[in-house]
C-alpha cells in the first residue's frame, strides 16, 4: 500500500471524526435549548444516525490506518509517544460509548413522547 494514500486516509478520517463530533454536539445542544419536542426528536435521532455513519467507521479507519502507519514506517509500538496515543484512544473511546448510549436513550425517548 501506498504510504501516502494510508496518511491521507488517516488524515481525513481524523477530520471528519473531529469535525462529526462538534457538528452533533452543537446539533443536540442547539436542538434542546428549543424545547420544542419536535426539534429536540429530529436532533436526538439525527445525532445517532451520524454517530453510525461517520463516528463508528472513522474510529475504526483511525485505529486501523495507524496500525499501518506505524507498520510501514517500522516505529516501535513501546515507543512512549504511540503508547501515550493508545492511551488518549482508550480514554476517548471509554468517554464516547457512555455517550452514545446517552444519545439512544435520548431519541427513544423523544420518540415515545
Not at 481525513?12 to 436542538?31: D, E, H, N, R, V
Not at 472513522?58 to 501515550?84: A, C, E, F, H, R
Amino acid at each position: 500500500m501506498d504510504y501516502l494514500f494510508i496518511k491521507t486516509i488517516h488524515i481525513i478520517s481524523s477530520t471528519i471524526l473531529f469535525g462529526t463530533g462538534i457538528g452533533t454536539a452543537f446539533f443536540m445542544w442547539w436542538a434542546n435549548k428549543t424545547g420544542d419536542l419536535n426539534t429536540k426528536t429530529y436532533a436526538a435521532r439525527t445525532t445517532v444516525i451520524a454517530d453510525l455513519h461517520f463516528t463508528t467507521p472513522t474510529v475504526i479507519i483511525q485505529l486501523v490506518s495507524g496500525i499501518i502507519l506505524v507498520n510501514m514506517l517500522g516505529y516501535n509500538y513501546s515507543n512512549l509517544w504511540l503508547i501515550l496515543t493508545y492511551i488518549g484512544y482508550i480514554i476517548a473511546g471509554s468517554c464516547w460509548l457512555p455517550v452514545v448510549w446517552i444519545q439512544i436513550q435520548l431519541r427513544n425517548m423523544a420518540l415515545e413522547a
